[in-house]
């Protein structure tokens, strides 16, 4: 990237209002509300529509379109894949079947579930992992933050990911959690007005989708491809082959993702009754659907108008939003889109921070290491935790800088942690025989596996395109395998040591695991009442999924 | 009910902001000079956008508006400091 982008008193004065709104809604709220837990869960109070907004803006975040517009650069139409199939069936999956257990079992975060179905040390090792993951997660939200900041007033990248730190500190401590949740469905809307005119501008420079087709026709025919050229061994599809888009990405990866991420569960946990949180993930899924229209597609748009796009030398391809930008958004609507990615990446790194400071004094800190101390000093464990976490956050930020495609780091990083969680949750939820160490020791080497996965792909010819190795691998195929791997050997292993250990009793398990109702379940009574269809996560699902099957049975045959 | 009774309705605060982003876009893109519009190929995105903006904040303003939240279903306001379900 080079040089700054063009600003104008109305950019400073869009950008001026929307944070000022933020922290004055922070403000207003924190009097009020105490804690997270308070906001989310509190009341459960809310309709379907503003939960499944949450839900949606929640994901919408500054990654997905930064890294989603790389992976339409990189990969082509195949970037719809983490759309169509590595989230919308996941969503319908979570709100169909997950969320009874969820909602109904009145846990607060992932960590209380597996306290609750297995034991403390698992409790303990998916409280580290879920830390650590956090922290990872907010160097990248920093990283990208700092992409901005360096494109507006030009400075290094070092002296930006350090400037972006302390800005998020502020934004933390004046806005607080609540001011940033309201702010995600707001930049939901404001992100949109900035992306939409990117797309406009982008198209009509390439004579719409037709020159968007036959200009990608004439760079890379591959880059077209979305389920084409998929076979086993002789992949040619940018993502590989079909095993590991189905079963990597479309299976483990997304389910483990959607299922097992609290900051996406949690905003259906603030639904007034069941049915409306099971249908929150249902009703996110339908503006989901839709999304690569303002990522991939610009993305791939930017193959034919940013020179030198992904090569050595030119731009890489986290820069193609900010690039777009530079290059075409007159003053105003270049306001609105920077506004709404400063606010995306402000919010889902205070997401992270907050996570890992809640996690950490109350998951870690209080009952395992310094016990029965009073609030004031949890209260002020937390802060050191918070000015911490951001500290550790500005190294792992230059880890990701590493990256020329930041999803790639981030699927990479949902292989390590997710994967593992995720095969672990399937088992406990509808396996009741599931054993408390064996939660425990499966988790622990699904996440080795996936780490061992990482470090030999590199050396396997099958994940080289066409098998040359001295090719750059295909990174996110050897993600899917390593997503895949991970999950394997942790229902091995957590199989394993269940048929030689003793499970929890039935009393213990009840509302927890499949097949085992909790009598006592305030939404006992609402299980039997029958819903209009429109109402009905099952049908609403049903609709999504068929929406999406015919999206992408016309996009194999139209190109 | 008042609004401000009711807790925070975040439809409010969308039709507030987005109204507000329409108003100041629509008037740059009237005023939008060659280079401007030069610089988006020819488009007027500015305005159109800025009518969007409008139109889907009068859409979110009239929803609040036609529909408005009982207190069970917003967000407790410091004035309730409750857990939003009392009235």
């Known amino acids: 990237m080079t040089g700054t982008l063009d600003l104008d008193l109305v950019d400073w004065f869009l950008l001026a209002v929307y944070f000022a709104a933020i922290i004055a809604i922070g403000v207003y709220t924190k009097r009020a509300v105490t804690t997270s837990g308070d906001f989310f869960l509190a009341g459960r109070s809310m309709p379907a529509w503003i939960t ?13 379109i930064i890294g989603g517009a790389a992976n339409g650069a990189q990969y082509g139409a195949a970037a719809v894949h983490f759309y169509w199939l590595g989230a919308i069936p996941a969503m319908v999956f979570l709100g169909v079947v997950m969320m009874p257990f969820y909602y109904s079992s009145r846990v607060h975060s992932v960590s209380e579930y ?55 500190l502020v934004y933390i401590t004046l806005g607080g959690l609540a001011g940033a949740i309201y702010g995600e469905v707001l930049q939901f809307f404001v992100i949109l007005a900035g992306l939409v005119p990117i797309v406009w501008i982008a198209l009509h420079m390439v004579g719409g989708f037709d020159g968007l087709r036959d200009g990608i026709a004439g760079i890379d025919d591959n880059l077209l491809k979305t389920w084409q050229g998929t076979e086993v061994g002789g992949w040619s599809n940018p993502l590989g082959d079909w095993i590991g888009l189905a079963m990597g990405e479309g299976f483990v990866l997304a389910f483990g993702y959607w299922t097992t991420n609290f900051a996406e569960v949690q905003r259906s946990l603030a639904a007034k009754d069941l049915n409306a949180a099971r ?32 090569q050595d030398g030119g731009p890489t391809y986290n820069d193609v939003i900010p690039e777009l930008m530079q290059r075409y958004l007159p003053n105003g609507v270049l306001g609105i889109a920077l506004t709404g990615l400063l606010a995306a990446f402000m919010a889902g790194m205070a997401a992270n921070i907050s996570g890992f400071n809640t996690v950490f004094t109350y998951d870690i800190w209080r ?31 230059f880890i990701a800088s590493n990256y020329s495609n930041i999803q790639n780091y981030l699927q990479m990083l949902f292989s ?46 099958f994940f080289y395109p066409g098998g040359d190795m001295s090719a750059e691998m295909n990174a996110q195929m050897a993600n899917f395998y390593g997503a895949g791997f991970a999950f394997v050997v942790d229902v091995i292993v957590t199989v394993a040591v269940t048929l030689f250990t003793r499970p929890k009793p039935e009393s213990e398990l009840r509302g927890l695991v499949w097949g085992l109702p909790d009598p006592d379940s305030p939404d006992a009574h609402e299980a039997g009442r029958r819903q209009p269809w429109w109402r009905s996560p099952v049908v609403l699902g049903s609709v999504v999924l068929v929406c999406t099957l015919a999206l992408s049975v016309w996009l194999v045959t139209a190109v | 009910m008042t609004s401000r009774r009711a807790g925070f309705d975040v439809r409010i605060l969308i039709a507030g902001l987005l109204g507000l982003y329409g108003v100041v876009l629509t008037l740059v893109g009237v005023t939008d000079s060659e280079a401007d519009l030069a610089k988006a190929d020819g488009l007027r995105v500015n305005l159109w956008i800025g009518i969007a903006l409008l139109v889907v904040a009068a859409a979110f303003g009239l929803w609040a508006r036609l529909r408005p939240l009982t207190a069970e279903h917003a967000a407790p306001g410091p004035d309730e400091g409750g857990d939003g379900t009392g009235r």
Request: no cysteine; charged share 10%.
């Open chain 1, 367 to 397: 009952p395992y290491v310094v016990k029965g101390r009073s609030d004031r000093y949890y209260l002020n464990a937390g802060r050191v935790a918070t000015v911490a976490a951001i500290a550790l956050s500005v190294g792992t930020a």
């Open chain 1, 416 to 461: 390590f942690f997710n994967s593992p969680l995720f095969a672990t949750f399937l088992l406990a939820m509808f396996w009741r025989r599931v054993t408390p160490w064996a939660g425990f020791w499966g988790m622990l080497s699904g996440t080795a596996a996936a780490a061992a996965a990482h470090f030999t792909a590199g050396h396997l010819a």
């Open chain 1, 114 to 168: 597996l306290r609750r179905r297995f034991n403390s040390q698992t409790h303990l090792l998916n409280s580290v992992v879920f830390a650590v993951a956090q922290v990872m997660l907010a160097g990248v939200n920093l990283f990208a933050l700092a992409l901005i900041i360096k494109l507006l007033i030009g400075w290094p990248l070092w002296l930006s990911i350090v400037l972006s730190a302390v800005f998020v």
């Open chain 1, 52 to 64: 499944g907004l949450a839900f949606i803006s929640a994901n919408l975040g500054a990654l997905e």
């Open chain 1, 279 to 310: 249908r929150t993930p249902i009703i996110a899924a339908f503006p989901k659907m839709l999304l690569p229209l303002v990522t991939v597609v610009p993305g791939m748009a930017a193959l034919l108008l940013i020179p030198q796009l992904g």
